[in-house]
């Protein structure tokens, strides 16, 4: 074939013709097992912030531009717990997922971490059992907590949730995002409408209290 640039032309369009089908093809036959997977996860993290449940009901309320989802468990005909798919923008690391339980009277049963990109062996703990932010609220009405203006905070900003160690940033993310949570919960549990939770004067202490990042590792 004689080298022109309608032929060249030709050649690169039908190499990028088989390697786009090659792409889309792949997408059909990973999009199935990759939704399945992430609904287990989903289904597993339900269960570990919940009692013992025969079905949830599903809905999405919108608090600080972000959607936080309220599922409404039951058993037969009785509510036996909230878990609440929250977040937080304000994480070391970027965006933080939780998932929270709550009884049908407002106490926290447990939180699962879902996703965090937090520095490792200081945010990254937020994941752990019986860390200090857990152990500052599970079990406990967060409307008898030591709030300021209205919300959970640590210790350092005038609440009563314990920090993790060299993390503040990554503990006040995790509160923020209870505090969404928590919110959301209360608008299907009690028809409270839901309010923002985001605090100027919370941001701007995270911004600005806080060392920079360190060599050889993250500071926090």
């Known amino acids: 074939m004689k080298s022109t640039l309608k032929n060249m032309t030709a ?17 059909m036959i990973t999009a199935e097992p990759i939704a399945l997977a992430e609904q287990a996860a989903k289904v597993e993290a339900l269960k570990g912030v919940l009692p013992a449940f025969d079905a949830t009901t ?17 058993s037969g005909d009785e509510v036996v717990g909230y878990a609440v798919e929250t977040m937080s923008k304000l994480g ?3 965006a933080i997922n939780l998932m929270v339980g709550f009884t049908p009277a407002g106490e926290v ?17 937020m ?3 019986g860390n200090p932010l857990l152990a500052s609220i599970q079990g406990q009405n967060l409307a008898q907590k030591q709030l300021v203006d209205g919300k959970l905070a640590v210790r350092k900003d005038g609440g009563d949730v314990d920090a993790l160690t060299a993390a503040t940033i990554s503990s006040r993310a995790y509160v923020d995002a209870i505090n969404r949570a928590w919110m959301a919960y209360k ?3 009690t028809g409270e409408a839901a309010t923002d939770v985001a605090s100027g ?3 701007t ?13 993250q500071n926090e």
């Not at 049963?109 to 703990?125: A, D, F, S």
């Open 187 to 189: 608008s299907v549990a």
């Open 92 to 94: 070391f690391g970027g």
């Open 109 to 125: 049963i447990n939180v699962n971490v879902l996703k965090q990109t937090e520095t490792p062996g200081l945010g990254t703990k």
């Open 201 to 203: 004067a919370t941001n």
């Open 11 to 27: 050649v690169l369009f039908g190499i990028t013709l088989v390697a786009s089908a090659g792409v889309g093809a792949v997408n």
């Open 58 to 74: 599903p809905e999405t309320k919108t608090i600080d531009e972000m959607p936080i989802t309220v599922y409404t468990a039951t």
């Open 205 to 217: 202490a995270a911004a600005t209290s806080e060392p920079a990042a360190q060599e050889g590792g």
């Open 127 to 129: 994941a752990d059992e």
